[in-house]
T-cell receptor
Framework: ETGVTQTPRHLVMGMTNKKSLKCEQH?????MYWYKQSAKKPLELMFV???????ENNSVPSRFSPECPNSSHLFLHLHTLQPEDSALYLC????????????????FGEGSRLTVL | DAKTTQPTSMDCAEGRAANLPCNHS???????VYWYRQIHSQGPQYIIH???NNETNEMASLIITEDRKSSTLILPHATLRDTAVYYC????????????FGTGTRLLVSP
């Protein structure tokens, strides 16, 4: 138990569906992250939020839409995905910082395994 | 881009020490060395990090060479549950400390 909970753990969706992944952290952190891990590829950073503000968008297609309503919750809204978007989506959290210089140790959730048909 | 080089895979007998090497020849003075591991189908788990000095915690020891161009993660008594992919990552000490994962070393601990 890392203190970072992701739901659902498994999701199968069609290319025309709209779904959302949810992440919740109980660690009192202020920075949250989405990573993507495709089969046989390294983890790729997608988005970073620091104190609810998006600070990093790693050239992610607009069919992925993140939302961070507060420092404890992070969503990834999915729409019109492609089969190549099938992957393990990992959420992480860490200490944030009011003015840069944040990161430290990241605590990861178990991931949401997405299959796009 | 990942700034580290690690062997693709390693084997270790249960109960023996596992020594996982990492080369980071372009590391700069303001970059830490971090180690994470990822057990199959789980999220990565933080193990240890260091800047110059050797470090030890309840999970592992980290040995960093004097020129800081390489390091070794040591699991003193490997167990079957230590079978995982181990990632060596360098990251800055200031600013946004992005974690860039490479392909890591797949460690297989056998009975």
């Amino acid at each position: 138990e890392t203190g970072v909970t992701q739901t659902p753990r498994h999701l199968v969706m069609g290319m025309t569906n709209k779904k959302s992944l949810k992440c919740e952290q109980h660690l009192g952190h202020n920075a949250m992250y989405w990573y993507k891990q495709s089969a046989k590829k390294p983890l790729e950073l997608m988005f970073v939020y620091n104190f609810k503000e998006q600070t990093e968008n790693n050239s992610v297609p607009s069919r992925f839409s993140p939302e961070c309503p507060n420092s404890s919750h992070l969503f990834l809204h999915l729409h019109t995905l492609q089969p190549e978007d099938s992957a393990l989506y990992l959420c992480a959290s860490s200490q944030g910082a009011a003015s840069g210089g944040f990161g430290g140790e990241l605590f990861f959730g178990e991931g949401s395994r997405l299959t796009v048909l | 881009d990942a700034k580290t080089t690690q062997p693709t895979s390693m084997d270790c007998a249960e109960g023996r020490a596992a020594n996982l090497p990492c080369n980071h020849s372009t590391i700069s003075g303001n970059e830490y060395v971090y180690w994470y591991r990822q057990i199959h189908s789980q999220g990565p788990q933080y193990i240890i990090h260091g800047l110059k000095n050797n470090e030890t915690n309840e999970m592992a020891s980290l040995i960093i060479t004097e020129d800081r161009k390489s390091s070794t993660l040591i699991l003193p008594h490997a167990t079957l549950r230590d079978t995982a992919v181990y990632y060596c990552i360098v990251r800055e000490t200031t600013g946004f400390q992005k974690l860039v994962f490479g392909t890591g070393t797949r460690l297989l601990v056998s009975p």
